[in-house]
């Protein structure tokens, strides 16, 4: 059974850092590609930024530079290093796994199963 529980979510000022956290079961980290998505009220959900078994990653422009997604396969354990935030970031944050899949994908369907979400709220 697959399980993402994220965390790590909160207040901060532009300019400031926050790390989230996304703890997993069923996940096999070697092999299954995961990402960060975000949404805000009344807008479609966004790929942040993905990474495959290998540890290749991929990211949308508006972070890059910004954010850093990994992984550590002993913890199982997704992560996402936000940098020079802004209040553009602020948003619901999603962890997501592909379970069988190699590739670097920022589309929702791609995606068989979702963390509930952590709140990032960015004032400036």
């Known amino acids: 059974q697959v399980r993402l529980v994220e965390s790590g979510g909160g207040s901060v000022q532009s300019g400031g850092s926050l790390r989230l956290s996304c703890a997993t079961s069923?996940?096999?980290?070697?092999?299954?590609?995961m990402a960060w998505f975000r949404q805000t009220p009344g807008k479609e959900r966004e790929g942040v930024a993905t990474i495959n078994g290998h540890g290749t990653t991929y990211y949308a422009n508006s972070v890059k530079g910004r954010f850093t997604i990994s992984r550590d396969n002993a913890k199982n354990t997704l992560y996402l290093q936000m940098n020079n935030l802004i209040s553009e970031d602020s948003a619901m944050y999603y962890c997501?796994?592909?379970?069988?899949?190699?590739?670097?994908?920022?589309?929702?369907?791609?995606?068989?199963?979702w963390g509930q979400g952590t709140q990032v709220t960015v004032s400036s």
């Open positions: 069923g996940v096999t980290h070697s092999r299954d590609s």
């Open positions: 997501a796994a592909a379970i069988g899949s190699w590739y670097l994908e920022l589309t929702q369907s791609h995606y068989n199963y």
